[in-house]
């Protein structure tokens, strides 16, 4: 496990796809104008030179904000732009040869989709975990939903970090800080809005506010 302090209750996930004619850093200034309290850059079929110029970009835009960025997949991306972070899905490359890359004070998020993926992952000494797609998502299409089953799993089980990811709107997450969830992660809910700042407050209330009840 890393040396570093980081926390956080809502991430936010780029994902251009759902704001078409709204400029990336516009959206993701919004959202962290809201309270988004960390950022991932998942751009998974933009050409490299342009990821490493949105890496850039958000690099500066988190620096200003003081919230860490994490890149998904490119390690060398991560590495060029002196991001926080990556974060990586079961098919990237494995957490051990990830840890070996970029030390211990990178944050090393892991995408799980059950409890021996997570148990591994908490293991192999990931950061946090991703405890996902929670709902069916249009962002991840053909993905089996895990429910908000294994985020009761991973919350009972799980000692580090964990967020609940896929398919998190207004209108369920309710459901999911009930199964135990205290951090949430959402694309098209924050980035598709046409409000993200508000959505953004919205999804902290209501964080904050099972907060207070556990
Ligand atoms: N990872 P939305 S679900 C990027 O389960 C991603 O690991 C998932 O997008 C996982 O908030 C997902 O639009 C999609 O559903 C999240």
């Not at 939903?145 to 967020?163: C, K, L, N, Q, S």
Request: glycine letters at 8%; one cysteine or more.
């Amino acid at each position: 496990m890393g040396s570093k302090t980081f926390d956080f209750s809502l991430y936010a996930i780029t994902g251009e796809n759902y704001h078409p004619g709204r400029e990336l850093k516009h959206v993701m200034e919004q959202a962290l104008r809201g309270g988004a309290d960390i950022v991932q850059l998942r751009a998974k079929d933009a050409p490299k030179r342009e990821v490493l110029e949105q890496a850039r970009m958000l690099r500066e835009l988190t620096a200003q904000y003081q919230v860490p960025l994490v890149i998904n997949d490119h390690l060398d991306i991560a590495l060029a732009v002196s991001a926080d972070g990556v974060h990586l899905g079961q098919e990237d490359l494995p957490l051990a040869e990830a840890r070996a890359i970029l030390g211990p004070d990178k944050i090393i998020g892991i995408s799980t989709h059950n409890i021996a993926q997570a148990l591994e992952a908490q293991a192999g000494g990931a950061d946090y975990i991703g405890v996902g797609p929670v709902y069916p998502t249009g962002t991840k299409p053909g993905r089996q939903a895990v429910t908000t089953a294994y985020v009761r799993e991973a919350a009972e089980r799980i000692t580090i970090p964990f967020v609940a990811i896929g398919g998190i709107t207004l209108d369920n997450v309710d459901a999911v800080l009930e199964a135990g969830a205290k951090r949430i992660c959402a694309v098209s809910a924050i980035v598709g809005s046409s409000d993200p700042a508000e959505a953004c407050r919205a999804f902290k209330h209501r964080l904050r506010e099972y907060e207070a009840l556990s």
